[in-house]
């Protein structure tokens, strides 16, 4: 009798760690920034985003598509690989790629407004 009162204690001591972990995993992102309060540097990031990068890539949700959503990329700890997502990491993974992710060849005035774009997400 007491064996299945410590197994049915830890089992709900479990349980509470798992929901408690859960929650935590839930935690709301930023919103994007309204595409009407873009500047235009940003609106153009929008037009390369839709050319290069949207096809793989969903822009307002977490969830991926053939590559990881992007909401609030710039505005998290860590990317998916774990790298913190600043301007710098940013700009390698777009131009080299990054395991199934091919490198996209941007000039310095596409990638710099590609960047702009993607601090509104």
Same mark, same amino acid.
């Given at each position: 009798?007491?064996?299945?009162?410590?197994t049915?204690?830890?089992?709900?001591?479990?349980?509470?760690?798992?929901?408690?972990?859960l929650?935590?995993?839930?935690?709301?992102?930023?919103?994007?920034?309204?595409?009407?309060?873009?500047?235009?540097?940003?609106?153009?990031?929008?037009?390369?985003?839709?050319?290069?990068?949207?096809?793989?890539?969903y822009?307002?949700?977490?969830?991926?598509l053939?590559?990881?959503?992007l909401q609030?990329?710039?505005?998290?700890?860590?990317?998916?690989?774990?790298?913190? !997502?600043? @301007? /710098?990491?940013?700009?390698? $993974?777009? +131009?080299?790629?990054?395991?199934?992710?091919?490198?996209? !060849?941007l @000039? /310095?005035?596409?990638?710099? $407004?590609? +960047?702009?774009?993607?601090?509104?997400?």
């Amino acid at each position: 009798m007491r064996a299945c009162t410590l197994t049915a204690s830890l089992c709900v001591i479990a349980f509470a760690f798992g929901i408690a972990a859960l929650l935590a995993g839930c935690r709301s992102l930023p919103p994007s920034k309204p595409e009407s309060q873009w500047t235009v540097e940003e609106a153009r990031g929008a037009k390369i985003y839709q050319l290069k990068c949207a096809r793989c890539h969903y822009p307002t949700t977490t969830r991926g598509l053939h590559g990881p959503g992007l909401q609030a990329l710039t505005k998290v700890k860590a990317m998916p690989s774990g790298a913190p !997502p600043n @301007d /710098e990491r940013l700009m390698q $993974v777009i +131009l080299r790629g990054r395991l199934e992710m091919p490198g996209t !060849p941007l @000039d /310095e005035g596409q990638l710099s $407004v590609l +960047l702009a774009y993607l601090h509104t997400l």
